[in-house]
């Protein structure tokens, strides 16, 4: 999908504002972001900071209103189906970064926070289908997770996976054209 975008925008805009584009993107995201990238020759530390840029941008906004958005847009029967099942989809991956809500005291509440992030942490950074920055924010809204506790977890997410994908698109290729 990533190819197909940069073949249509190939020399009709700067690259660097299609990989920027393309890190926008949900499902594509950063990822679809580096390996555009790497199809248009832009070098890695240039592409780079500009693909984690483009993912991390919509991220906070995404945290703080989805809710609000999600309840306006049920109110409609355009999205209505679209949103109940985009919040099935998050709660059953959230069931995996959460357990009972009981009480509990302030060292064990401590720990499950530590816990669900570096849970969201691995679910952004590990690159693969349907995980992502914004998959992970839709998951931190469904487990009510605080924006101070999921925001930096999926920046570290993301930057995982501008590893992985950075060796995947330019490392691997390096070698086994030299």
Same mark, same amino acid.
């Given at each position: 999908?990533?190819?197909?975008?940069?073949?249509?925008?190939?020399?009709?805009?700067?690259?660097?504002?299609?990989?920027?584009?393309?890190?926008?993107?949900?499902?594509?995201?950063?990822?679809?972001?580096?390996?555009?990238?790497?199809?248009?020759?832009?070098?890695?530390?240039?592409?780079?900071?500009?693909?984690?840029?483009?993912?991390?941008?919509?991220?906070?906004?995404?945290? =703080?209103?989805? %809710?609000?958005?999600?309840?306006?847009? +049920?109110? @409609? #029967?355009?999205?209505? $189906?679209?949103? !109940? *099942? =985009?919040?099935? %989809?998050?709660?059953?991956?959230?069931? +995996?970064? @959460? #357990?009972?809500?009981? $009480?509990?005291? !302030? *060292?064990?509440?401590?720990?499950?926070?530590?816990?669900?992030?570096?849970?969201?942490?691995?679910?952004?950074?590990?690159?693969?289908?349907?995980?992502?920055?914004?998959?992970?924010?839709?998951?931190?809204?469904?487990?009510?997770?605080?924006?101070?506790?999921?925001?930096?977890?999926?920046?570290?997410?993301?930057?995982?996976?501008?590893?992985?994908?950075?060796?995947?698109?330019?490392?691997?290729?390096?070698?086994?054209?030299?």
């Amino acid at each position: 999908m990533a190819e197909t975008i940069v073949d249509f925008f190939r020399n009709k805009i700067p690259p660097e504002l299609i990989i920027f584009l393309v890190s926008l993107l949900p499902i594509l995201e950063l990822r679809g972001g580096l390996i555009a990238a790497a199809l248009l020759g832009v070098d890695w530390w240039i592409a780079f900071p500009i693909c984690v840029i483009g993912n991390i941008l919509p991220i906070p906004f995404i945290l =703080l209103f989805l %809710k609000k958005i999600f309840a306006l847009l +049920k109110k @409609t #029967k355009t999205f209505r $189906k679209m949103v !109940e *099942k =985009l919040e099935k %989809k998050a709660s059953t991956k959230s069931k +995996k970064l @959460t #357990k009972s809500d009981d $009480k509990v005291d !302030e *060292k064990k509440q401590k720990r499950r926070i530590l816990y669900r992030m570096g849970a969201l942490f691995l679910f952004v950074g590990v690159p693969l289908p349907g995980t992502g920055a914004w998959t992970g924010a839709l998951i931190a809204d469904a487990i009510n997770m605080r924006i101070k506790h999921s925001l930096p977890a999926i920046i570290g997410g993301v930057l995982l996976a501008g590893i992985i994908i950075s060796i995947i698109s330019y490392v691997i290729p390096g070698w086994l054209l030299s």
